[in-house]
């Protein structure tokens, strides 16, 4: 595993740098050795914050912890990783798919989540959906109370999504075919 660690209002000191290589190594076991993973810290009014992300064939294994404590976090962030990668395990299995980065003894460990970790579908939604401008797509999510709107962008005729982020400003997710 290749690690890409960044600081964004810190210094990552070799300190840091071995705590996070030593706690997130140990998810070495699950990973092809050309696997990289991308390390985000960052320090913002005392909050001290790790954001890890890891592309694996097709998806995306993200975790992001805020603590008082850098350690704290890269402790926190590395259990989130771990319970994701089983769940991601166990849908590769349930599918019977090829998980691209991962080893063959990922799949062959017996550490499968309990029944009620599984993720289940309790209600679908359908609604009609008319062209509109993401600005237009704010207002809707605004005007309906919700924090993200599935709407049809009237410029790039795609399904976007505009979502309401922590600092009260908006965003805009729009899909990227490989």
Known sequence: MTFIIIGKNIDVTPGLKEAVEHKLGKLERYFTPDTEIHVTLSVQKGRQKIEVTIPVKGDI????????????????????????????????????????????????TEDMIPEEDEVKIVRTKRFGIKPMYPEDACVQMDLLGHDFFVFCNAETDEVNVVYRRKNGSFGLIEPEFN
């Open 61 to 108: 294994i993200r975790s992001e912890q805020v603590s008082s404590d850098m350690y704290v976090s890269i402790d926190l962030v590395e259990e989130v990783i771990e319970r994701q990668l089983r769940k991601y395990k166990n849908k590769l299995i349930e599918r019977h798919q090829e998980g691209g980065n991962f080893k063959q003894e990922f799949y062959e």
